[in-house]
Each structure stands twice: as C-alpha cells, then as structure tokens.
C-alpha cells in the first residue's frame, strides 16, 4: 500500500464535498433541498448492512464497507450525472477514479469492476441498496410533496432490481426484491 498520508486531506475534502452536492435526479424533479450524496451514500451503507444479515453466503464486510462507501465518491469531483444521462466516457472516467482510490487505499483495484459488473455478493448488495434508497427516498418525496411525480425514477429503480432478482442465486435477496416490488407498486397504486 502507498503511503496514504498525502491523500488524507485530499481525501477529506472529497468527502466533505459529498456533504454538500444534491442528487441531480430530484433536482431536476423539482425537489428543492433534495438529499445530498453523502446522505444517500449513508443510507446506502445502512441497507446494505441491514442486507448482508439476511443473506446465508459469507460476506466479505470490509469490502462492503469500502465498496458501499466508494460506490458514489466520484460524483463529488465529476458531478452527480443521471444514470440515463451518463455516456460511457463518463463512467470510464469515474471507474478509472474508483480503481485508482482503491488502489491508494491498499485495496484491490478489481473491486471497481465488480461494482460496475455486478460480478460479486458485495456488488450486488451495494446495487440493491442503492435502489432501495433511491426508491424510497423518491417515495418520501412524493408523500411530502404530493403535486411531485417521481414514478419515472422509482420504476428505473425497480427496473433494475428486478434485473437483479432474475440472476441472483440468493433466496432471501429474490424474496426482499419481491417484498419491495410489492410494497412499492401497493403505494404507488395508492397515490392513483
């Protein structure tokens, strides 16, 4: 591992600019004081805690950990792009700034593929909680702001969970999707 402490400050500031940045997609939704990126990394971190209990496979927490918290970073030095706006170049820059964090940190750099590859347990995890807060901050949203639509982002989300569901071997991440899926379509159908 390099000597980190150069990058600590650097680091630091990353970090706490996270603090500051509100997710574009309720921004552009007509939230205003939308969640912050380090909001949503936090929430982020607690699901896939909350997750990784349900699940019968060993799963690796330190990598979880670093993989949840990374998951968004580059957004505090690129901008927090839509994920039906963003080109390729965008996430190639962003994967390339992941592997190059996790190789500063003594961590291996292949763990930023898995993120973007879904290739293992800790990835998936991560990706079902980032759904899971995105879909239930939108219907947050939605429940205090009732004059706001927010069903195109909520439905991407359950898109993709269910893209998950359909390749997971894990019983009891099949049987959450389902349970969110269900929970989710009850309270949209409710709003009608």
């Known amino acids: 591992m ?38 949503h990394t936090f929430h982020v971190c607690s699901v896939a805690l909350l997750i990784s209990r349900l699940i019968s496979k060993k799963v690796d927490y330190e990598k979880l950990f670093v993989m949840s918290v990374l998951h968004d970073m580059p957004e505090s030095i690129y901008g927090d792009i839509p994920t039906p706006n963003k080109t390729e170049a965008d996430r190639d820059r962003e994967k390339k700034w992941v592997a190059d964090t996790l190789r500063k940190l003594g961590y291996p750099p292949e763990w930023g593929d898995e993120l973007e590859n879904l290739s293992s347990l800790e990835a998936m995890i991560i990706k079902i909680s980032d759904c899971i807060s995105t879909i239930f901050q939108g219907l947050s949203y939605m429940e205090e702001h009732k004059h706001i639509h927010l069903n195109e982002i909520i439905e991407n989300n359950l898109e993709r969970l269910s893209e998950i569901k359909d390749v997971v071997d894990e019983h009891s991440i099949k049987t959450l999707i389902e349970f969110i899926e269900n929970l989710v379509f009850d309270r949209l159908d409710k709003r009608r």
């Open 2 to 39: 390099e000597d980190f402490t150069p990058y600590f400050l650097l680091y630091n500031d990353i970090i706490n600019r996270l603090k500051e940045i509100e997710r574009t997609g309720w921004k552009i939704s007509g939230i205003e004081d939308a969640e912050t990126v380090a909001e």
